[in-house]
């Protein structure tokens, strides 16, 4: 897996899903998850993997997911060094 600044210089950015669900045997109730990761916005393809899933895996039925998404890095914040200095 690349690293995490590799990442983000593809275009990944942080990615927060609050995903609610039901629980299993008290389909009344909901439980809360936190799910955080580097995902490109908008298709989230990580974060489709990872709810894909949950539904193939998981017992709890999904009831809602609410998206997060901040590019760490952007190009306006990344420049070539034009020199380098060494101080003895």
């Known amino acids: 897996m690349p690293s995490s600044l590799l990442r983000q210089l593809q275009g990944y950015g942080l990615?927060?899903?609050h995903i609610l669900y039901r629980?299993?045997?008290h389909p009344a109730l909901l439980q809360s998850y936190v799910w955080?990761?580097?995902d490109l916005a908008p298709e989230f393809p990580e974060l489709n993997?990872?709810?894909d899933f949950w539904k193939r895996e998981l017992?709890?039925?999904l009831h809602s997911v609410k998206v997060a998404?901040?590019?760490v890095i952007s190009?306006?914040?990344m420049r070539i060094a034009s020199s380098e200095?060494?101080?003895n």
């Open 49 to 51: 993997r990872f709810l």
């Open 75 to 77: 190009a306006a914040e």
């Open 36 to 38: 955080q990761d580097y």
């Open 59 to 61: 017992e709890g039925p």
């Open 23 to 25: 629980l299993p045997d």
């Open 69 to 71: 998404h901040h590019g």
């Open 85 to 87: 200095f060494a101080f």
């Open 15 to 17: 990615t927060t899903a």
